[in-house]
């Protein structure tokens, strides 16, 4: 695959702001601390928009350079497993949901955080050998719908106001 020097580095910029929102996200306290590793999602707002203003293979690459960094820097490889499989459900989920168009961009970002912390529980139902931890879904659907919104209306405001910016 060919790619243009701007357009490398313009996903460069994207990635590294995708990275700095992992680490500010990381930075805050737990959002509701009886249910651990809940997250709004920040850098999701880069992924959406990075789908919606170039394409699914340009975000596919920002996503995963930033889970790769994120890891290196921040985490293990444990939070590499999880990372991926929760991004590469979602990403594949927002990707079909955006070709059908008929949801909305905030729609897309719903579906993609639901489907995200589905691959995230899948993981740990094989990690930890058990199904029950299904049921941790019902809280991280409704906290993911809830993160979709909000990263969904953030991505569309971004898009919205760098219609015009030439990438």
């Known amino acids: 695959m060919k790619i243009k020097t701007k357009t490398l580095v313009t996903l460069s910029i994207f990635t590294a702001i995708a990275l700095v ?3 500010v ?12 590793g809940i997250k709004i999602g920040l850098p999701n707002i880069i992924i959406v928009f990075v789908l919606y203003r170039f394409s699914l293979k340009h975000a596919v690459a920002v996503s995963l350079v930033r ?6 820097l921040f985490g293990n490889a444990v939070t590499l497993m999880y990372s991926l499989a929760g991004a590469l459900l979602s990403l594949a989920v927002m990707a079909l949901l955006k070709r ?5 961009m905030v729609g897309v970002s719903v ?25 941790y879904m019902i809280i991280l659907g409704i906290t993911g719908t809830v993160a979709g919104v909000l ?3 953030l991505g569309s405001l ?5 219609a015009k910016v030439k990438f």
């Open 21 to 23: 929102l992992s680490y």
């Open 25 to 36: 996200e990381a930075l805050l306290p737990p959002i509701w601390s009886a249910v651990p």
């Open 67 to 72: 889970i790769l960094l994120n890891s290196l």
């Open 100 to 104: 059908i168009d008929r949801f909305s």
């Open 111 to 135: 579906l993609g955080g639901v489907f995200h912390n589905l691959g995230q529980i899948l993981v740990a139902m094989l990690v930890l050998e058990t199904a029950e931890i299904g049921y």
């Open 151 to 153: 990263v969904g209306l």
């Open 158 to 162: 971004v898009l919205k106001y760098t």
